[in-house]
T-cell receptor, first 112, second 113 residues
Framework: DQQVKQNSPSLSVQEGRISILNCDYT??????FLWYKKYPAEGPTFLIS?????DKNEDGRFTVFLNKSAKHLSLHIVPSQPGDSAVYFC???????????FGPGTRLSVLP | NAGVTQTPKFQVLKTGQSMTLQCAQD?????MYWYRQDPGMGLRLIYY???????DKGEVPNGYNVSRLNKREFSLRLESAAPSQTSVYFC????????????FGPGTRLLVL
C-alpha cells in the first residue's frame, strides 16, 4: 500500500501558464516533505521542501502548499517554462524516523 | 566538487552473474542510500547506511548486499542477478539520516537477461 501517492502520471501545460502537481499521503506521522525533479538519464535533484509547521513555502517560481488535515500537498510552478518538463517526485519523512518515502512521480510536459 | 558519483553508468548481466555497483560522495555526508527506480513505482529504498560502519535494510533488500567501505563509499552487490533486478539504481547521500535533503547520483541502468 503506497504511503505517498501521485495520482496523475502525467500533466501537460502551456508555456507561461501555471502547473499544479499534487501529492497525497496516508501516514499522519509524516512531517517533512520534499519535491524532487528528474530529467531523463539523470538523478533526481532537490527542488523545494516544506515542514509540517508551515502551510506554504516559496522559492522563486516554485511554491509548495501543505494541507495537513487533508494529507495533501501540491507544487505550483508559475510561470511554467519548457525547461520545467521533467518527472516530479514527492517524498515524505517523519523527521525523527528513518527515511523518505517517494511517490511514483508525475511527468510534466510544458508545451511551447 | 563532484557530489555523488556512480559507476558503471550502464551494465548488462546474464541471469546468475554477480556485480558490484559503486557509489562515492565528496560532501562529507554521514548517511548514504541505495534506491531502485522501476516504471510507475517511484524510488524504493534497498539499503541505507546511517553512518560509517552501519548498514540497514530498506523496503526491498532481497537479492542485494551492501558495504559501507568508508565515509565516502557505499557499494551495492548483486550476488546472483535475476531479471527482476533489471532497473535503474540510484545512490544518494545526506548530512544525516531522516528529514534531510538527499543528493542523488546520476544512476546506473542495469539490464539482466
Amino acid at each position: 500500500d503506497q504511503q505517498v501517492k501521485q495520482n496523475s502520471p502525467s500533466l501537460s501545460v502551456q508555456e507561461g501558464r501555471i502547473s499544479i502537481l499534487n501529492c497525497d499521503y496516508t501516514n499522519s506521522m509524516f512531517d517533512y516533505f520534499l519535491w524532487y525533479k528528474k530529467y531523463p538519464a539523470e538523478g533526481p535533484t532537490f527542488l523545494i521542501s516544506i515542514s509540517s509547521i508551515k502551510d506554504k513555502n516559496e522559492d522563486g517560481r516554485f511554491t509548495v502548499f501543505l494541507n495537513k488535515s487533508a494529507k495533501h500537498l501540491s507544487l505550483h510552478i508559475v510561470p511554467s517554462q519548457p525547461g520545467d518538463s521533467a518527472v516530479y517526485f514527492c517524498a515524505a519523512s517523519d523527521n525523527y524516523g528513518q527515511n523518505f518515502v517517494f511517490g511514483p512521480g508525475t511527468r510534466l510536459s510544458v508545451l511551447p | 566538487n563532484a557530489g555523488v558519483t556512480q559507476t558503471p553508468k550502464f551494465q548488462v548481466l546474464k541471469t546468475g552473474q554477480s556485480m558490484t555497483l559503486q557509489c562515492a560522495q565528496d560532501m562529507n555526508h554521514n548517511s548514504m542510500y541505495w534506491y531502485r527506480q522501476d516504471p510507475g513505482m517511484g524510488l524504493r529504498l534497498i539499503y541505507y547506511s546511517a553512518s560509517e560502519g552501519t548498514t540497514d535494510k530498506g523496503e526491498v533488500p532481497n537479492g542485494y548486499n551492501v558495504s559501507r567501505l568508508n565515509k565516502r563509499e557505499f557499494s551495492l552487490r548483486l550476488e546472483s542477478a535475476a531479471p527482476s533486478q533489471t532497473s535503474v539504481y540510484f545512490c544518494a547521500s545526506s548530512p544525516r539520516q531522516g528529514g534531510e535533503t538527499q543528493y542523488f547520483g546520476p544512476g546506473t541502468r542495469l539490464l539482466v537477461l
